[in-house]
């Protein structure tokens, strides 16, 4: 009985030192050719604003976000396509009840020239918020990248490679 304590310590020493060393050989096991400690990746590259714009251009009109998502605005990018998709089944809503008001009409359509102007308004505010959304996409897009480019302090540099010019990147560690 006496031996239990010390039993209970010693588990608890060996099982703690185990876990800082499992932690400490994490750290160091990233090494390079050399046998140095890497310490520096680089995790961010530039985006370039002209190359968000031109990406929420064009696929952007089919894809919504397009070119936030290119800057890394996953967020933004998100609300433009949900947006995008639900201006969609607002355009296609009303469609279906332009189709056949009589079928569409009564409870809170009312009446089939109700239920007309329902749809006429579903159409236009459907295609109105697609549209909107794209400018917004086109417009915010360049800004998300600038924004993510000065928050992780890089800039585009030229540089010359074999008399030719070359665009590279420069990072601020």
């Known amino acids: 009985m006496k031996n239990l304590p ?49 990406q929420a251009f064009f696929p ?17 990018g998100d609300v433009l396509l949900t947006g995008e998709v639900l201006s969609l089944i607002s355009v296609g809503c009303g469609i279906l009840i332009q189709s056949n ?6 409870g809170i359509l009312g009446d089939p020239l109700n239920a007309g102007t329902v749809g006429t308004n579903m159409i236009w505010g459907g295609v109105a918020a697609f549209t909107l959304l794209w400018v917004v996409d086109m ?5 998300a990248a ?11 540099i030229a540089y010359m490679d074999r008399d030719a010019p070359v665009v590279a990147l420069a990072y601020r560690f």
């Open 6 to 54: 010390i039993k209970i310590l010693l588990t608890i020493f060996i099982l703690s030192v185990l876990f800082i060393t499992s932690d400490v050989s994490a750290q160091s096991g990233d090494v390079d050719l050399s046998g140095g400690l890497v310490t520096n990746h680089q995790n961010y590259f530039y985006k370039d604003p002209n190359k968000a714009f031109l």
């Open 60 to 76: 952007g009109l089919l894809i919504h976000g397009y070119g936030h998502f290119y800057a890394d605005d996953q967020l933004t």
């Open 101 to 106: 008001t009589n079928t569409f009409s009564g």
């Open 139 to 143: 417009a915010h897009a360049p800004t």
């Open 146 to 156: 600038s924004d993510y480019n000065a928050e992780h302090g890089l800039k585009p």
